[in-house]
């Protein structure tokens, strides 16, 4: 079973700062991995696939990078909304599981 | 606009049993592989189920045997039902539907989640 590791568990920043957090897959995922974006009581929000392809309606400040077992997921100018924690996922060939990392809060410095 | 809409859940004590749903809406229900996923108060994200278009079902360990989910297509209705309920499986429960990208599978539209607790 493919684990997923990321880091740092909490970013404080401030807005208008760069954010980047890492996604290390235990092996190999190739290309096969997902951002998402969880604010308090609300559900998940996909916003990078396939490593580095923005989902629909993702600003261009989000972007990925990686591939293998290293990945980034980069916000170039964070904005107040952009406070969140944000949770990496890929998807095992078999067997057939989907696994998310525990996740890396950004808060407000 | 796609909508998922989950309801079911509620309090039940260790052991028991209950069956969560999910209306979807917006989309055609029947071309999409849907999941569940859970997340515990205050914990990270954990995938429970998948089922695909023709009915395949796929499960982590955690919950194999104990959990099965299933499909109405002609309601638009997905659904998990759960068995030998414990503690652990506390948690809200989104309802999610699969997307396909180049490499793989991912998950685009979410419900709001229907909260389970086991407890006694």
């Known amino acids: 079973e493919i684990v997923l590791t990321q880091s740092p568990a909490t970013l404080s920043l401030s807005p208008g700062e760069r954010a980047t957090l890492s996604c290390r897959a235990s092996q190999s995922v190739s290309s096969y991995l997902a951002w998402y974006q969880q604010k308090p009581g609300q559900a998940p929000r996909l916003l990078i696939y396939d490593a580095s392809n923005r989902a629909t309606g993702i600003p261009a400040r989000f972007s990925g990078s990686g591939s293998g077992t290293d990945f980034t997921l980069t916000i170039s100018s964070l904005e107040p909304e952009d406070f969140a924690v944000y949770y990496c996922q890929q998807r095992s060939n078999w067997p057939r599981i989907f696994t998310f990392g525990p996740g890396t809060k950004v808060d407000i410095k | 606009e796609v909508q998922l809409v989950e309801s079911g859940g509620g309090l039940v004590q260790p052991g028991g049993s209950l069956r969560l749903s999910c209306a979807a809406s917006?989309?055609?229900?029947?071309?999409?592989?849907m999941h569940w996923v859970r997340q515990a108060t205050g914990k990270g994200l954990e995938w429970v189920s998948a089922?695909?278009?023709?009915?395949?079902?796929y499960y982590p360990g955690s919950v194999k045997g104990r959990f099965t989910i299933s499909r109405e297509n002609a309601k638009n209705s997905l659904y998990l039902q759960m068995n030998s309920l414990r503690a652990g499986d506390t948690a809200v429960y989104y309802c999610?539907?699969?997307?396909?990208?180049?490499?793989?599978?991912?998950?685009?539209?979410w419900g709001q989640g229907t909260l389970v607790t086991v407890s006694s």
């Open positions: 089922i695909g278009t023709a009915g395949d079902t």
């Open positions: 999610a539907r699969s997307f396909y990208g180049d490499y793989g599978s991912y998950f685009d539209y």
């Open positions: 917006g989309f055609t229900f029947s071309s999409y592989d």
